[in-house]
């Protein structure tokens, strides 16, 4: 089975930077695209990030210039980079994946269980 663990939220002020990590692990074969996506209290979810397994990025228009996706293919992870946060960017942030897995190489998408990232004033 796949699992996908994010770590890195917490407390910051405003202005100031967080690093997001994601780490998926089980039984993969290969991890095509991965991504961040958050989704504030009565909110819907919105994707802020993808990245391909080829490095192609692409970014939500509230975070360009200020939010970083980055993976490591070695490692199975993926990362966000945060600088410049603002309280509006306050949400549960949750990774994605698309993974091909062992059994049967067939293809799957994957959630993270979400970390909480909060931006004070």
């Known amino acids: 089975q796949v699992q996908l663990v994010e770590s890195g939220g917490g407390l910051v002020q405003a202005g100031g930077s967080l690093r997001l990590s994601c780490a998926a692990s089980?039984?993969?074969?290969?991890?095509?695209?991965m991504g961040w996506y958050r989704q504030a209290p009565g909110k819907s979810r919105e994707l802020v990030a993808t990245i391909t397994s080829s490095g192609s990025t692409n970014y939500a228009d509230s975070v360009k210039g200020r939010f970083t996706i980055s993976r490591d293919n070695a490692k199975n992870t993926v990362y966000l980079q945060m600088s410049g946060l603002k309280p509006e960017d306050t949400a549960v942030y949750y990774c994605?994946?698309?993974?091909?897995?062992?059994?049967?190489?067939?293809?799957?998408?994957?959630w993270g269980q979400g970390t909480q990232v909060t931006v004070s004033s």
């Open positions: 994605n994946a698309d993974i091909v897995l062992f059994i049967l190489l067939s293809g799957h998408n994957f």
């Open positions: 089980g039984s993969i074969f290969s991890i095509n695209a």
